[in-house]
Every structure is written in structure tokens, then in C-alpha cells.
């Protein structure tokens, strides 16, 4: 008899908000934290670097830029703030692990 595999159904969401206490492996204060820091870093790092690889090949490919054209590029004003944006963002997403551990005083 043929054993039936579950499929996940495409209408089913994950919440992507963790409930419960956080896990903690070490004992030392901070580690579980920083691990996770680390880990969601490693994360965004190996997104970025699949997706620039995949337009550089693709870029080259079909011969739309010159092999200098990133290192030459000057980025407009209204880009640089995107830019800006985009960076506070990742850096909020990276270190959320560390709301709620420090206090208002020690953040002075």
C-alpha cells in the first residue's frame, strides 16, 4: 500500500513573529544573541551575494555594461538616501535579537 505524502497547501501562511521565550543554548549572557546576529547576517550576506552574482552574469551576458560600469557609478542624491534607508532597515532587522535586553539607562 502507498504511503500518502502531505503537501503544504499554497494558501497556508507562517506567521513570521516567533511566540514563546527565546531558546537558549549558552549560558553566558549575550551569546544566544549574538549568534542569532551572526546568523541573520550570514543570512542577508548569502541572499546579496546570489542576487549580485546572478545580475552580473546576466549583465554580462547579454553585453549591457562595461566591465568598469559598477565601480565607475556615481549614485544620485535620491539614491544614496534610498540606499540610507535600505541600510537602517537591515540594521534593524539584524540586531531586533537585542530589543528588550538593554534598558533605557544603559542605552544612554
Known sequence: MARKVATKSPSVRMLRQAKGPRARFYTADGVDELFAIV??????????????RTLEELLAKAKVLRADAVEAHEPSEMSLQARLEAREALIERVFQVLDGL???AQQR
Open 39 to 52: 546568523t541573520a547576517l550570514t543570512s542577508e550576506v548569502s541572499t546579496l551575494h546570489e542576487r549580485v
Open 102 to 104: 538593554v534598558s533605557p
